[in-house]
């Protein structure tokens, strides 16, 4: 179905090619996986399937990319819109029309379909994606996980044979994440599409793939295979596969389901070894960094937190989480004051955070926007930093020494809008941190994050927590609260449902539970390094 | 009343709504009379209450309200500081500034009459009027859903107006994420160094923004010519062109006095025509088609009838120069209420009752809005 022969890119101004001598062959029907660093590629050869690369982006391209016999170097986007249904990183930022039902119809429209042909298709594609209740809502008014399905629903009524997605789920809460995984499965099964997906989170995907497109970057070769071949020995892999080599099960299992049926005797290994306590060494103590009374937000009609008290004390790291909406990020801009309380209080140091003011503010809570270009306004990041240290009012070069901590290999002259996601998100966290807020929040810092870099965040945030800082992260990834948390809070609707150390908390909920949790159950192990150490343990 | 008397639930076509309110704010620029252009706004937001859609361009009916507010303290501020005082009635003594004769037309302070600021209070009400019209028709009738009923020539150049309507709306959202960012990193978030700090990132996103849509777009087949080749393209948007401008001159011609006569309406057909053919040409070639178009049927005839009838009532009082329709302010009168215009203005609440209830999903149920982080 699409053919890479011999193909490299390479953008204008750029000296390197982005992808060299690429050969790949995706037959029909396909569900291919592409996975990689951030800034390796990756979009690049989504984007050069449909020839938004280099038609749109410019760019010279050698060798040749046949989709379904039709050479993309004489065919631009638009005329190969019946081909090819192209899902962006952002689904809002493509739709065109203002509700549902007219978005579906969209790309019909342009490619001149008979207005009964259009009407059928709407109507299947309404079911297939279970979006009939939504049809007349505006667009605006959708959760993240809707646009989503709205987004591969407005695409698919064009009935391409090839469907391309950038990070189809790496907005969406697990729950919202299950749905769409599971309308693309559909899609395979059913109707034949070629499915072509990049995606970070492998433990959501690496189950439904036929096949894995390993794209290193660099100008190293693609490597792609089964996912077991790949899985084998990738250096990226999802819990369940890490754990499946640690334990040596053979063959590999990819699903938590087939994990389980091979771990019996590793559960029995470590039956009577308690995991560890998660408690911050050293830092601990019970200074209230913030506290929240019966905190009420609203927003006209709409309660977007309800009752809610806590308490956030020093050396804490604590995963926030809940569905998309549930009132994660009201809570954490409402603890630094960009929200107004209905009722109940807040108090950072006896203050409420509203009635602090500039560098003050900096100087006692930190929040890390959701999309931390947000913060990003220099145009390079020497200047970035500059400015960081003259609004947090501290010495000149705390920013820039941060920085060289946190991510190494930045350049001062690099504009930030250049920096991969992970490296924007670092030098955020480095112009936060500059101020040394002992109360440091994040709001969805793993979006879009790879292996590496989210690696990388975690041992940060360790460090922090160790310092004596208290750390809140809203997040979706259960993995990354498994790995770092020591408390969880989750939220449904506004209201807090539970609160308590990770263990308790994570393990009692099927939609929160990482990979290793719902393998090694009823065994209270959260992660593999855990089960890694026991295991020495045992052995030594 | 229960559901609607002529059909079943669904959306009026918006050209209907947009003729209605066309026709409202004709009615409201032949009158001074503030109790006409009260009723004239009563109407409209009657109507708007009744048959408005949950939706975000529903919203923007109380914009348009606040907007009118505005045009009317700013049309009367202007004539309490610049404006030539008349009448007796003195309300206030300013001191005054006298300029040298050469600049006799204009004034500074002085005097501020009843009647002065009468005459600036009517005209900033009926100026308001016609703004709060067309807000009226604004979030009765979707953007886009006016969209799908332009000529298919014209298509490429409505999306374009459409994306730029929705990008208003974005970009607030945009200034409101980075003036958080700016309380963030611990800086001013009021004043004028704040707003030109915060400009830069708002254009940037803006700019990234309609990248990543037009490459969606392009991707979706926007676009598409289909069979039609590169030279009969060009050939057409050139004949588009000089029609344009061939009316443009005709126009001008009319209206500006001491043109020769045959530049005028000559000029102004030829113009119209060269524009008709090279849309109904474009139109045979385009690939586009239309899904679900709005039907045009009794509801739309009697909405836009109620919009016409209340124009042609003012436009007769006004031609037959019916008294009522100008309220005097020098001496001040309390207007009177003409019959004709009235009559006109209870036709213009029908379509409160005639056009369509909406489809029940969107009023059924209160949409979730995401709230901006």
Request: glycine share 8%; net charge neutral; with cysteine.
């Amino acid at each position: 179905m699409i053919n890479f022969e011999c193909v490299s890119i390479t953008y204008p101004g750029a000296t390197e090619p982005v992808l060299t001598e690429v050969n790949l062959q995706i037959p029909e029907g396909e569900l291919v996986l592409v996975v990689g660093r951030t800034g390796s590629g990756k979009t690049t050869l989504l984007r050069a399937i449909n020839g938004l690369v280099p038609h749109f982006t410019g760019g010279t391209l050698t060798g040749r990319i046949l989709v379904d016999g039709r050479d993309t170097a004489t065919n631009p986007p638009r005329e190969l819109a019946d081909l090819v249904g192209v899902v962006p990183q952002d689904p809002m930022s493509g739709f065109v029309a203002d509700t549902v039902e007219e978005e579906l119809a969209y790309g019909m429209e342009c490619l001149g379909l008979a207005p009964d042909v259009m009407r059928r298709r709407v109507e299947e594609t309404l079911d297939l994606l279970g979006l009939v209740d939504l049809r007349n809502r505006p667009l605006l008014s959708l959760s993240a996980g809707q646009r989503q399905r709205v987004a591969i629903g407005s695409v698919l009524t064009s009935h391409p044979k090839v469907l391309v997605l950038d990070e189809p789920t790496s907005a969406l809460d697990p729950g919202a994440a299950e749905d769409v995984l599971a309308a693309l499965q559909r899609l395979v099964h059913d109707l034949n599409v070629t499915v072509v997906m990049a995606e970070h989170r492998l433990e959501r995907v690496v189950q439904y793939a036929d096949r894995i497109v390993i794209v290193p970057g660099d100008g190293e070769p693609i490597i792609s295979g089964t996912p077991s071949e790949m899985m084998g020995n990738s250096p990226i892999a999802p819990p369940v596969v890490e754990l499946g080599r640690l334990a040596g099960w053979q063959p590999l299992p990819l699903t938590v389901r087939d994990a389980r049926r091979a771990a019996g005797p590793l559960r029995e290994l470590l039956t009577g070894h308690a995991a560890p306590l998660r408690i911050i060494k050293g830092a601990r103590d019970a200074t209230p960094l913030i506290v929240t009374d019966k905190l009420t937000v609203r927003y006209g009609a709409v309660v977007a937190l309800k009752n809610v008290s806590t308490t956030i004390t020093r050396g804490e790291i604590v995963a926030l989480m809940g569905r998309n909406g549930a009132g994660k990020s009201t809570l954490l801009s409402t603890m630094v004051g960009l929200r107004l309380a209905s009722a109940g209080v807040v108090r950072t140091n006896g203050k409420d955070p509203r009635e602090i003011k500039g560098p003050e503010l900096v100087h006692s809570v930190g929040l890390v926007p959701q999309d931390p270009g947000d913060l990003l306004e220099a145009s390079t990041v020497a200047g970035e930093c500059r400015s960081s240290d003259h609004d947090a009012n501290v010495e000149l070069g705390t920013t820039r020494a941060l920085l060289a901590l946190l991510a190494p290999e930045v350049m001062d002259g690099t504009h930030p809008r250049d920096l991969s996601e992970g490296q924007r998100l670092l030098l955020a966290l480095a112009i936060v941190l500059a101020a040394r807020p002992p109360l440091l929040l994040l709001d969805e810092p793993t979006r879009g994050l790879d292996y590496p870099t989210k690696a990388r965040l975690v041992k940060v945030l360790r460090e922090l927590a160790v310092t004596g800082h208290g750390i809140v992260l809203a997040t979706h990834d259960v993995e990354l609260a498994a790995e770092v948390a020591t408390r969880v809070i989750v939220l449904a609707e506004g209201e807090v449902v539970a609160d308590g150390p990770t263990h308790e908390v994570v393990l009692a909920s099927p939609m929160f539970a990482p990979q290793v949790a719902k393998i090694l159950a009823p065994e209270d192990w959260l992660t593999v390094s855990e089960v890694r150490a026991a295991m020495i343990e045992q052995v030594g | 009343m229960t559901g609607s008397l002529f059909t079943l639930p669904r959306w009026l076509h918006p050209a209907a709504w947009w003729v209605w309110a066309l026709g409202l704010a004709a009615a409201a620029s032949r009158t001074t009379n503030p109790l006409l252009l009260s009723l004239i706004i009563a109407v409209a937001a009657l109507v708007v209450s009744a048959r408005k859609p949950d939706a975000p361009w529903g919203r923007s009916f109380i914009f348009f309200l606040r907007l009118g507010v505005a045009v009317i303290v700013i049309r009367v501020g202007v004539q309490l500081i610049f404006g030539a005082a008349f009448g007796t009635t003195v309300l206030l003594q300013l001191p005054g500034v006298t300029f040298p004769s050469w600049l006799a037309g204009v004034r500074l302070g002085g005097d501020i009459t009843f009647e002065s600021v009468l005459l600036a209070f009517y005209d900033g009400l009926r100026l308001a009027t016609i703004l709060i019209c067309v807000g009226a028709a604004n979030s009765l009738a979707s953007p886009s859903r006016l969209l799908k009923s332009v000529p298919a020539a014209l298509y490429e150049f409505g999306v374009s107006v459409v994306v730029a309507m929705t990008f208003t709306p974005q970009l607030v959202a945009d200034v409101d994420r980075v003036r958080t960012a700016r309380r963030l990193r611990g800086r001013p978030t009021k004043g004028v160094r704040a707003i030109a700090g915060a400009a830069m990132p708002v254009f940037e996103g803006a700019l990234e923004k309609s990248v990543t849509l037009a490459a969606a777009m392009d991707s979706r087949g926007y676009g598409r010519r289909g069979e039609i080749s590169a030279a009969r393209r060009r050939m057409n948007s050139l004949l588009l062109l000089t029609g344009l401008v061939a009316a443009c001159i005709g126009t001008y011609a009319l209206i500006a006095a001491g043109s020769p006569a045959a530049l005028g309406l000559p000029m102004l057909l030829v113009g119209v025509s060269v524009c008709i053919t090279s849309i109904t040409w474009s139109a045979r070639t385009a690939v586009r088609t239309r899904y679900r178009p709005d039907p045009w049927a009794l509801p739309e005839n009697l909405v836009a009838g109620a919009g016409v009838l209340v124009a042609l009532s003012f436009l007769g009082a006004n031609w037959v120069a019916m008294p009522g329709l100008d309220t005097p302010s020098n001496p001040p009168t309390w207007p009177a209420l003409p019959l004709l215009p009235l009559l006109g203005l209870l036709i213009a609440t029908t379509p409160a009752l005639t056009a369509p209830t909406l489809p029940r999903t969107i009023i059924g149920k209160l949409p979730r809005i995401e709230v901006p982080a």
